[in-house]
């Protein structure tokens, strides 16, 4: 377990994700309307994949840009009636500075 | 006494309505256990083959939600299969290892597609059609593949058949017998349907027994036992479904073709029971889902210790869920010497009609082309009512031709006459729950009587009897629709509290109105931010964040999540110097695709999300808006200026156009063309707006369209000059985005508030001028998006960028 340091909590806009690329692996964070950030895997559980970073945010859910899928941006857990589940990654913050443990 | 142990093996739609009317009748008596092999909760599986047509979606199938399960304390495995039935001890075991004690077991797996056992048959791109999993293979496999073959001409087959074609397959139907569902339709009724579905586009390939699935990984073709071959990628099997009895067998039940059950579902082992298409009951095993109904109704009475009438077996009627072809069918299909039967045929409507009459009763029924008598002449037949009184025009009583009018009418039905076949819903028992319970949709009849809820065909007749029974009440219940779950509030209703709040942003509305879900979801603020606009024109600060990836990104994300660049070609007509630079940009850029588009324009494809604000900007042209809920093109012919046939400057008219309705946000995307003569080489008639030019004038034509609602436009005008059509069409426009829902094509807007209305409505000149006035005010308000992009480093970092995190490893 690292903890990696990714940006800087004011550079983060509100409900609009933010893509990271570590090694090629590519990570969102989410800056949700609670001040709260979140960390996913940029790849949709949907079968024929596709990226989340463009998804609409409301809440603590995130809706999947191409097929709508509904995810939780708490457990990664996708809604009901579709199934599956996002990778998280645990977020901390030191002041400004964020941090996603991996 | 504690709870008696009840489980279930199998989660679909026999079992499952089984446990509802347990639940029903005694709610407090059963601890609840259900099993199912599929990760879903119970669907409608008769519904697939729609889902398949694309008129549903798999989520709109979902007959009992995850919720559902919760209210009722039903624990549920799915994704789960049960492998052995310990019957001694009582106790079943999962795939998973898990073991359930049982008081009561209930047997209710269904069936499978029945799989030819031919050479080849476990190649990849070879599919049943019985499930989610089957559909969805077929859907992916129509977006790479372009050759489908079902094998199997029956009911199955040809419903999957039509969903491959409209999902852009060639289809080749192969079928053993020389007629198409011949268990169900005589050899003329079949050659009706096989005419109809030719037509549509099916090929047929009659009398050919399949000996081999061809190819190597994935399946290329068929061979036929004569030898013969043909290609196909994907190959569908729908020649008969099998019912699921391993486990029974392997536990020691009794077994036949399938588990033997006897009049009150009860199997040869005590405290087991079967019920619906894995059930065997007098030698029949039923695949359709009225009889299995019948059979849960029965076992959950027995189950739940209350008398009942024992099951005594089903006629059943069939109908093909194919749009384009009706038909009906029951009992015996031929006649003999010892039947009378009525036979009607009239060609030229496409009509036929067979009733077979044996010993003064109807003993079988089919009718193609017009399936309004199918209920009543259905009642007839099961209740062996004597028609030795009648005459044939009596029994017959639509006719031969489309149907004498009111045959049919909910006024003149019996209160006994079965509505819903599939669930044996009466009439008299919908009106009664609508007015007992003062319903009001078609959904809420299904929710309390079962009405509609499984094949779906007599929807349109409950639709009927809700206004028949409500009258004008109807009307107003049917405009309530909400926007979506979000809020109980309708389009109209949510608009008019932001007039009268005052409201000016999508929080706001959502704050003051008292959303469910705080924030919304991606049905409701897209939506919320369109009205917003549209009422408050030039005063409105777009909420790019309410908007859906495409048009939040001004680029069209393809499914790798890369994006589509097509930059603005005003009427199509581009030059050297832009064609030089899409040509510089997609080789710096290595673009994978450049494409014409089929709105005249050039498609740059997967293109990277970081290089979008380099590539306008190199490109320096302006975004095309093949995204937007937006005008797209505006798609012209040559013209007078070039063309020998053209009267007038299409070309002209459509730059025009669409230099000036750019841009403006729209309930759904708007197209238009302008052909310069009646040959109409823009294909104006399938446009929102299509312009075609006469002699001395211009013809317009509204609410064409020419994707999934194809439809032709109605002439709305015929005028002189070019500033008339603009007015004109700045007007209908206006209307349009200030009615319609949001979402709704002009085609759909038009049907619902009728064409002769809007004509009345734009007639007065006074009307037109302040519609135009509004949308001239609301068009003051945008900017070049791309230009933003380039110019506004915020709203590149915001939007555009990925950021490179170093990892020390």
Redesign the interface.
Same mark, same amino acid.
């Given at each position: 377990m690292t903890k990696?340091? !990714? #940006?800087d909590y004011k #550079?983060l @806009?509100e $409900?609009?994700g933010?893509?990271?690329? !570590?090694?090629g692996e590519?990570i969102v964070l989410f800056r949700l309307?609670n001040g709260e950030v979140r960390a996913i895997e940029n790849k949709s559980p949907h @079968?024929?994949?596709? #990226?989340l970073s *463009?998804? !609409?945010?409301?809440?603590e859910y995130v809706?999947c @840009?191409?097929y709508?899928w $509904?995810i939780s941006l708490i457990d990664g857990k996708v809604q009901? @009636?579709? *199934?599956g589940k996002v990778k998280i990654y645990p977020v901390e913050r030191d002041k400004e500075q964020v941090f996603i443990v991996k | 006494m504690g709870k008696k142990k009840l489980v279930m093996i199998g989660n679909g739609m026999a079992g499952v309505r089984t446990v509802e009317e347990i639940l029903k009748l005694a709610p407090e008596a059963f601890q609840i256990t259900i099993f199912g092999h599929e990760p879903h909760p119970n669907y409608n599986r008769i519904q697939l083959s729609t889902v398949l047509q694309g008129d549903t979606t798999v989520e709109d199938i979902i007959m009992n939600s995850w919720e559902w399960y919760k209210e009722n304390n039903i624990e549920l495995f799915t994704g789960e299969a049960i492998v052995a039935i310990d019957t001694n001890k009582k106790e079943v075991i999962s795939d998973k290892g898990r073991v359930v004690a049982y008081d009561e077991l209930i047997i209710a797996t269904g069936s499978s597609s029945f799989i030819l056992p031919v050479p080849g048959a476990d190649k990849q791109g070879v599919t049943g059609f019985r499930d989610i999993q089957d559909c969805e293979t077929m859907i992916k496999s129509s977006m790479l593949y372009k050759k489908a073959a079902v094998i199997g001409g029956g009911l199955l087959g040809l419903e999957a058949a039509r969903g491959l074609l409209n999902l852009g397959m060639e289809v080749d139907v192969i079928h053993l017998m020389p007629d198409l569902m011949e268990r169900q339709l005589d050899s003329t009724a079949s050659k009706m349907l096989k005419d109809e579905l030719e037509a549509q586009g099916m090929n047929f390939i009659m009398e050919k027994q399949t000996a081999e699935i061809l190819g190597e990984d994935r399946v290329t073709g068929l061979r036929f036992t004569d030898g013969t071959e043909i290609e196909a990628d994907l190959v569908v099997m729908a020649v008969g479904i099998r019912p699921n009895i391993q486990v029974a067998k392997e536990s020691g039940i009794y077994v036949n073709r399938g588990i033997v059950v006897n009049d009150f579902m009860e199997t040869s082992v005590p405290n087991i029971f079967a019920v619906g298409e894995c059930a065997e009951h007098r030698e029949m095993v039923y695949g359709l889902v009225a009889p299995l109904y019948e059979q849960g109704k029965v076992l959950a009475a027995t189950l739940c210790g209350i008398e009942t009438k024992p099951y005594e077996g089903s006629i059943v009627g069939t109908g093909l869920k194919v749009s384009g072809v009706d038909l009906f069918s029951a009992g015996e299909i031929e006649d003999d010497k010892h039947a009378k039967s009525i036979k009607v045929q009239n060609e030229f409507d496409g009509v036929y009609k067979k009733i077979v009459i044996r010993d003064n009763r109807i003993s079988g029924i089919v009718l193609y082309g017009d399936t309004k008598d199918s209920s009543r002449l259905f009642k007839m037949l099961v209740n062996k009512e004597d028609v030795s009184g009648m005459t044939s025009v009596s029994i017959l009583e639509s006719g031969c031709c489309g149907g004498a009018a009111g045959s049919n009418d909910i006024a003149s039905m019996a209160d006994d006459e079965i509505v819903c076949g599939c669930n044996g819903v009466s009439k008299g028992t919908i009106v009664q729950a609508i007015q007992a319970k003062e319903l009001t949709s078609v959904d809420e009849v299904g929710a309390c009587t079962n009405a509609g809820r499984s094949c779906g065909r007599c929807k349109s007749q409950i639709a009927d009897i809700l206004a028949y029974t409500l009258g004008d009440k109807f009307k107003e219940a049917e405009k309530k629709t909400a926007l979506c779950g979000c809020t109980t509030l309708s389009r109209d209703e949510v608009v008019a509290e932001m007039k009268e709040k005052g409201l000016t942003s999508v929080k706001e509305v959502m704050n003051v109105l008292g959303w469910k879900q705080e924030e919304g979801c991606t049905k409701c603020r897209p939506a919320v931010n369109y009205y917003l606009g549209m009422i408050l024109q030039d005063q409105y600060k777009d909420d790019r964040d309410s908007r859906l990836v495409n048009e939040k990104m001004h680029a069209n994300i393809q499914k790798d999540g890369t994006y589509s660049v097509i930059p603005r070609m005003y009427g199509g007509v581009t030059s050297a110097e832009d064609l030089k630079k899409i040509a510089e940009v997609a080789e710096k850029y290595e673009v994978p695709l450049v494409k014409l588009t089929g709105g005249q324009r050039i498609g740059l494809y997967g293109v990277k999300k970081e290089d979008l604000p380099a590539v306008w900007e190199d490109l320096g042209m302006d975004s095309g808006y093949a995204y937007g809920k937006t005008l797209r093109t505006v798609k012209t012919c040559v013209g007078a200026k070039f063309c020998r046939y053209g009267t007038q400057d299409s070309m002209g008219l459509g730059i025009e156009l669409e230099k000036k309705f750019e841009r403006l946000d729209t309930p759904h995307k708007v197209k238009m063309g302008v052909s310069a003569c009646p040959r109409n080489c823009a294909e104006a008639g399938i446009k929102d707006f299509g312009v075609v030019g006469i002699d001395g004038g211009w013809e317009i034509y509204v609410a064409g369209n020419g994707g999934t609602d194809l439809r032709a436009g109605d002439l709305f005008a015929t005028v002189k000059t070019k500033e008339e059509v603009i007015e004109l069409i700045g007007a209908f426009m206006q209307y349009y985005r200030e009615t319609a829902n949001y979402l709704e094509r002009t085609s759909k807007w038009v049907e619902r508030v009728g064409l002769d209305h809007v004509k009345e409505f734009l007639a007065d000149e006074k009307t037109r001028k302040a519609l135009n006035e509004r949308l001239d005010k609301t068009l003051l308000k945008y900017n070049e998006p791309w230009n933003e992009a380039i110019e506004n480093k915020e709203v590149q970092e915001k939007y555009y960028q990925k950021r490179e995190v170093p990892v020390l490893v």
């Open positions: 990696i340091y !990714l #940006t #550079t @806009p $409900k609009v933010q893509v990271f690329q !570590l090694n590519e309307s @079968p024929k994949g596709g #990226t *463009e998804g !609409l945010v409301s809440g809706f @840009p191409v709508d $509904k009901a @009636p579709d *199934e | -």
